[in-house]
């Protein structure tokens, strides 16, 4: 089955720090477009970071400077580190993948994405 299951979430007060995991089974990750997304209470799912097809990562405005997106290959893990965390972070955290066969630019703007972790909850307190 091809699944991908997060984990690392957890509370944590502001300026702190938490990696979330991406385990990915089924499949090799490295052969789709992989993301990170968040959704809020009463707001729209986000996408906040990605990697493309040519290897390169793209981040929100939001978190640029504070997290990255990075991978294990040999774990077939995708991780997110998250530093200087906010109130504004909070958010249920999801892993994404989709074919390459697709332009991963697009899938990341768009947020098509063939198939969706179950989230991890990330709750900042100020």
């Known amino acids: 089955q091809v699944q991908l299951q997060e984990s690392g979430g957890g509370s944590v007060q502001s300026g702190g720090s938490l990696r979330l995991s991406c385990a990915a089974s089924?499949?090799?990750?490295?052969?789709?477009?992989m993301g990170w997304f968040r959704q809020a209470p009463g707001k729209a799912r986000e996408a906040v970071a990605g990697?493309?097809?040519?290897?390169?990562?793209v981040y929100a405005d939001s978190v640029k400077g504070r997290f990255t997106i990075s991978q294990d290959n040999a774990k077939n893990t995708l991780y997110l580190q998250m530093n200087s965390l906010q109130p504004e972070d909070t958010a249920m955290y999801y892993c994404?993948?989709?074919?390459?066969?697709?332009?991963?630019?697009?899938?990341?703007?768009?947020?098509?994405?063939?198939?969706w972790g179950q989230g991890t909850q990330v709750t900042v307190s100020s």
């Open positions: 089924g499949f090799t990750y490295t052969s789709y477009c």
């Open positions: 994404a993948a989709g074919t390459k066969l697709g332009s991963c630019s697009y899938r990341y703007a768009t947020l098509s994405y063939d198939y």
């Open positions: 990697t493309v097809s040519d290897g390169a990562t």
